[in-house]
């Protein structure tokens, strides 16, 4: 449910005007000021619930609609689907077309909530003990509002740029990005005709790819592709008592045993190349093997009759799904061919739920690339700024097949701790981390869209 009657404080930033970016600007600019706007908007932004399902994220379109047009950017709302409230976001700064835009994509839904879990309310954007908490807050409401403020700081200090500044928020991420993502790229990619989008996934890590305690700055630059499998099988149903020799299940659970032994080989990509290049080792962790092998695991998993299930019923069917992540380069096909190989028994059925894209590797020897390795550590001196393989999803995969170099980038530091609150109860942001990150984003943005 969206919250009615929500307060949107104006807040004052001391505006400077200049007719050109000098070296030195972002330190004239009073970034606790900023900081404080950053946290109050943040704090308004999660107390709106856009959980998908239902997915309704009209709320948080006519939040970014209220908060741009009061600081006289303008932005247009594109409804996809008015009656469940899909509606994406478009703001854009011009530049004078000396380069192709830059464009700032977010996603407004949210994964739901279970409140039983959660210690805080998840919609009231609390601020306990150095953390904001909220869902969102990592997914990837702070990511909004981080490119919101860019937007802001932008305009309020009348910045001339060598491309425009777009600001796209859009709904559906959580489910197909059909009415968000999918639905710009059909419709609107022709006037955004962006070089580069920033996206989500990449943080500020600790502990995350290496066992010991440097912070390591990821951008995504790549995602692997995701597969998913259903397995089948026929048999004979009939009464507990009287087992046939065609069980469904019992094939079903062999076949999955198979499955669950077999250990994909490891292959290093040329963007994990790099990553081991930089840090010299990944340590060994569960996140750091999906980088390196194609990945299954088991999602669902069904064999009964009646609901409840009848104990006494043995099914005619039974199913499963696979979650199958793969590297950019695997082939889905000859993926297939060799898990059909490992379960060896013709009685097993595969098919394909949702067969992957095409995955491009967008190149990170680029202007922004530097840009952003020169101004993360600029802030975070001794970091380190990395390419990055993706293991899950994002709306970058519809963008890069248009030619848009896409980078997942967020300059906040995360813990593993933090990071495990992703889709699970209390997830939060250090207050801190969101403060540093709207400058490093600022920074980033300003000398790509006006050298």
Same mark, same amino acid.
Request: net charge negative; with cysteine; glycine share 8%.
């Given at each position: 449910?969206?919250?009615?009657?929500?307060?949107?404080?104006?807040?004052?930033?001391?505006?400077?005007?200049?007719?050109?970016?000098?070296?030195?600007?972002?330190?004239?600019?009073?970034?606790?000021? !900023?900081?404080?706007?950053?946290?109050?908007?943040?704090?308004?932004?999660?107390?709106?619930?856009?959980?998908?399902?239902?997915?309704?994220?009209?709320?948080?379109?006519?939040?970014?609609?209220?908060?741009?047009?009061?600081?006289?950017?303008?932005?247009?709302?594109?409804?996809?689907?008015?009656?469940?409230? @899909?509606?994406?976001?478009?703001?854009?700064?011009?530049?004078?077309?000396?380069? @192709?835009?830059?464009?700032?994509?977010? $996603?407004?839904?949210?994964?739901?909530?279970?409140?039983?879990?959660?210690?805080?309310?998840?919609?009231?954007?609390? #601020?306990?003990?150095?953390? !904001?908490?909220?869902?969102?807050?990592?997914?990837?409401?702070?990511?909004?509002?981080?490119?919101?403020?860019?937007?802001?700081?932008?305009?309020?200090?009348?910045?001339?740029?060598?491309?425009?500044?777009?600001?796209?928020?859009?709904?559906?991420?959580?489910?197909?990005?059909?009415?968000?993502?999918?639905?710009?790229?059909?419709?609107?990619?022709?006037? !955004?005709?962006?070089?580069?989008?920033?996206?989500?996934?990449?943080?500020?890590?600790?502990?995350?790819?290496?066992?010991?305690?440097?912070?390591?700055?990821?951008?995504?630059?790549?995602?692997?592709?995701?597969?998913?499998?259903?397995?089948?099988?026929?048999?004979?149903?009939? $009464?507990?008592?009287?087992?046939?020799?065609?069980?469904?299940?019992?094939?079903?659970?062999?076949?999955?045993?198979?499955?669950?032994?077999?250990?994909?080989?490891?292959?290093?990509?040329?963007?994990?190349?790099?990553?081991?290049?930089?840090?010299?080792?990944?340590?060994?962790?569960?996140?750091?093997?999906?980088?390196?092998?194609?990945?299954?695991?088991?999602?669902?998993?069904?064999?009964?009759?009646?609901?409840?299930?009848?104990?006494?019923?043995?099914?005619?069917?039974?199913?499963?799904?696979?979650?199958?992540?793969?590297?950019?380069?695997?082939?889905?096909?000859?993926?297939?061919?060799?898990?059909? @190989?490992?379960?060896?028994?013709?009685?097993?059925?595969?098919?394909?739920?949702?067969?992957?894209?095409?995955?491009?590797?967008?190149?990170?020897?680029?202007?922004?690339? @530097?840009?952003?390795?020169?101004?993360?550590?600029?802030?975070?001196?001794?970091?380190?700024?990395?390419?990055?393989?993706?293991?899950?999803?994002?709306?970058?995969?519809?963008?890069?097949?248009?030619?848009?170099?896409?980078?997942?980038?967020?300059?906040?530091?995360?813990?593993?701790?933090?990071?495990?609150? !992703?889709?699970?109860?209390?997830?939060?942001? #250090?207050?801190?981390?969101?403060?540093?990150?709207?400058?490093?984003?600022?920074?980033?943005?300003?000398?790509?869209?006006?050298?």
């Amino acid at each position: 449910m969206i919250k009615k009657n929500l307060v949107f404080l104006p807040l004052a930033l001391a505006s400077v005007s200049l007719a050109t970016i000098s070296p030195g600007f972002s330190q004239q600019l009073d970034w606790e000021e !900023i900081g404080d706007e950053t946290v109050q908007l943040f704090q308004q932004y999660l107390s709106i619930d856009s959980s998908n399902p239902p997915g309704d994220v009209s709320g948080t379109a006519q939040f970014y609609q209220r908060v741009l047009e009061e600081s006289g950017v303008p932005v247009e709302l594109h409804w996809t689907d008015r009656p469940r409230g @899909r509606v994406n976001v478009i703001a854009r700064l011009k530049g004078n077309g000396a380069k @192709r835009p830059l464009m700032m994509l977010n $996603h407004m839904d949210t994964v739901p909530v279970d409140l039983s879990a959660w210690s805080v309310n998840p919609f009231e954007g609390i #601020r306990k003990g150095g953390y !904001i908490y909220g869902r969102g807050a990592l997914d990837m409401k702070n990511f909004g509002i981080v490119q919101l403020m860019t937007m802001l700081v932008l305009h309020r200090n009348k910045m001339l740029l060598t491309r425009d500044a777009v600001f796209v928020a859009v709904a559906d991420e959580e489910v197909s990005g059909e009415l968000g993502a999918g639905w710009i790229v059909e419709n609107k990619w022709d006037e !955004i005709d962006a070089e580069y989008v920033l996206d989500e996934g990449g943080f500020g890590t600790e502990g995350f790819f290496t066992s010991d305690d440097r912070l390591i700055f990821s951008v995504g630059v790549a995602e692997k592709k995701v597969l998913w499998l259903k397995l089948s099988v026929s048999g004979t149903e009939g $009464h507990g008592s009287l087992p046939p020799k065609e069980n469904a299940n019992f094939i079903l659970a062999e076949a999955l045993s198979r499955v669950a032994a077999y250990e994909t080989p490891e292959r290093i990509t040329p963007v994990v190349q790099e990553m081991i290049r930089k840090l010299g080792r990944l340590a060994d962790t569960p996140y750091n093997n999906a980088l390196r092998r194609n990945t299954i695991s088991l999602t669902v998993l069904k064999g009964y009759v009646g609901d409840p299930p009848k104990s006494n019923v043995i099914p005619s069917r039974a199913e499963a799904v696979l979650d199958c992540r793969l590297l950019p380069d695997q082939d889905p096909d000859e993926f297939v061919a060799e898990l059909r @190989r490992v379960i060896d028994d013709p009685r097993v059925t595969l098919e394909y739920i949702e067969k992957p894209q095409e995955s491009i590797v967008s190149p990170f020897d680029t202007e922004l690339f @530097r840009v952003i390795e020169t101004e993360v550590t600029k802030l975070f001196p001794g970091s380190l700024v990395l390419p990055h393989l993706i293991i899950y999803g994002t709306d970058s995969r519809l963008f890069r097949p248009k030619g848009a170099i896409c980078y997942g980038f967020f300059p906040g530091p995360v813990t593993m701790e933090e990071y495990r609150s !992703i889709h699970g109860s209390d997830e939060r942001i #250090r207050e801190s981390s969101l403060r540093k990150a709207v400058q490093a984003y600022f920074n980033v943005v300003s000398k790509v869209c006006s050298n």
